[in-house]
């Protein structure tokens, strides 16, 4: 795991060793269509069908808890010791040649995760929060351009980050298809609060 201090928030990144078996392993996930009757506009990323694709294959379940568990032993605070961020969503994006994903964030989650399944020129970007205000993108001096930051879609890379950030995929030029694996995140356990103890966790 290495740390690359941005906008000024930590984005993790992680190799993934077994991005082969992963990508055998959830070939045959299946995609939701457009809905040719609604407003929803068709250039949009396509997402499969689940968002549990993690609790059908184990070997991407264990690795995304292995980042997850690695990411929460850095950052976690020492009232934090008895909790651990366990997997909530999970799901695989499909971006074809003309299509992108609009700036977003996820909600109901600590921290979200992307595994990139194969290399792509269409990066992901994430931008600084202050870049919006009042829902207007504010204008900021040719010298602080800072104020996003590109994660290159690179076969096997693996970023996690606070899922408020918000973050786009600009339209994909190529002709082959860019994949990328999503996951969202939440604490379980106990958290010290004065005294005593805060249990948390996700209702099931």
Known sequence: MFTTQILPIDIFAFECEVIDEIIEAVKDEPFKDHDKTSLVLTDLVLQTKSTFIHAN?????????????????HVKQPEDTETRLVTTQCWMNESKKGQRHRHHTHPNSVVSGILYLCTSDTPTMFTHPNLYKNGFIQVYPADQHHDTFSSEAVKGFTVLFPSSLSHVVPYHNEDEIRRTISWNTFLEGSIKVGIGTLKVGVVK
């Open 57 to 73: 294959h184990p070997v991407l379940d264990e690795y995304i808890q292995r980042c997850n568990d690695e990411m929460w032993q």
